[in-house]
């Protein structure tokens, strides 16, 4: 695995697997899971956990990433003045042994999985950097849920819908997933405007495999998106939407994730925005 730039408070990771020791900023190398060659076709989603704060795999988190590839990242917030060699010597053991177990639940289920532990001062920078790293199509806000046999799909532009499509198509297809199409009208933006939006989402969707019959389209104009995702939200299993500004971690550590939390406890998928070329 390539090196990845030093920000923030982490410094130089190291190349991987073949590392020794601990890494220099707190992470354990790579471990890889379920399939020894994942398939590049499955949609990737990172799976942040505070693994040392109690924080589990949720129930229904494993069929609803069934085909996904994982990234299982366990992380730990430490204190300024830890050192991250200091924290993975004391706590390194039983978050691994935590994260392995979570794996191994994924793994049965169906998904390709590969685990990170992190010993960091900075839980928003590392969840962007590895999501960029992995190149995830998605963060998931990981709440638990029975089952997923229906999913809202928030779109508003803030991500190419053909992101969107690909997670979903991904993720469901092949699960008989009912799927719902959600987009809020901009200021000056049409219904037919949105109309036209989403049968484009619906085609590519059913390009990629979704039934059409399992596909709902719905436009409306709303003042407070998300109140409006999340009245909605109350009726589905869960929910895929765009990242927000400045960045995912504005949902999953942030303000909009609380909101949502209030009136939707299921998962959420949040879509990132394409990496920007370098």
Do not use: W
Request: glycine letters at 8%; one cysteine or more.
């Amino acid at each position: 695995m390539p090196d990845t730039p030093a920000n923030d408070d982490e410094a130089q990771p190291g190349t991987g697997e073949d590392a020794a020791g601990p890494e220099a900023d707190g992470e354990a190398p790579p471990e890889a899971g379920g399939n020894a060659q994942p398939d590049p076709d499955r949609p990737s989603v990172l799976v942040p956990l505070a693994v040392l704060e109690g924080e589990s795999l949720p129930p229904g988190t494993p069929e609803l990433l069934a085909n996904a590839r994982v990234v299982l990242l366990g992380y730990h917030v430490i204190p300024d003045q830890t050192a991250t060699e200091q924290a993975r010597e004391q706590f390194g053991d039983k978050a691994m042994s935590k994260l392995d177990e979570f794996a191994a639940r994924l793994t049965a289920a169906g998904a390709d999985v590969e685990t990170r532990l992190v010993f960091t001062h900075d839980r928003e920078t590392t969840v962007d950097r590895l999501s960029y790293e992995y190149d995830c199509l998605a963060v998931l806000v990981p709440n638990s849920t029975d089952r997923v046999e229906s999913v809202l799909v928030a779109l508003r532009g803030t991500v190419g819908a053909s992101r969107n499509a690909r997670l979903v198509a991904g993720l469901f297809a092949e699960a008989g997933v009912a799927v719902t199409l959600y987009h809020a009208l901009d200021e000056g933006e049409s219904r037919g405007d949105g109309e036209a939006f989403l049968k484009g989402v619906k085609s590519d969707l059913a390009e990629r495999g979704v039934e059409l019959d399992r596909i709902e389209t719905v436009v409306e104009t709303g003042d407070i998106p998300i109140d409006d995702i999340a009245s909605r939200a109350e009726s589905h299993d869960a929910v895929v939407m765009g990242e927000t500004d400045p960045s995912v971690t504005t949902f999953v550590f942030g303000m909009p994730s609380e909101q949502l939390a209030e009136r939707f406890l299921g998962p959420v998928l949040v879509v990132q925005r394409e990496r920007p070329e370098e």
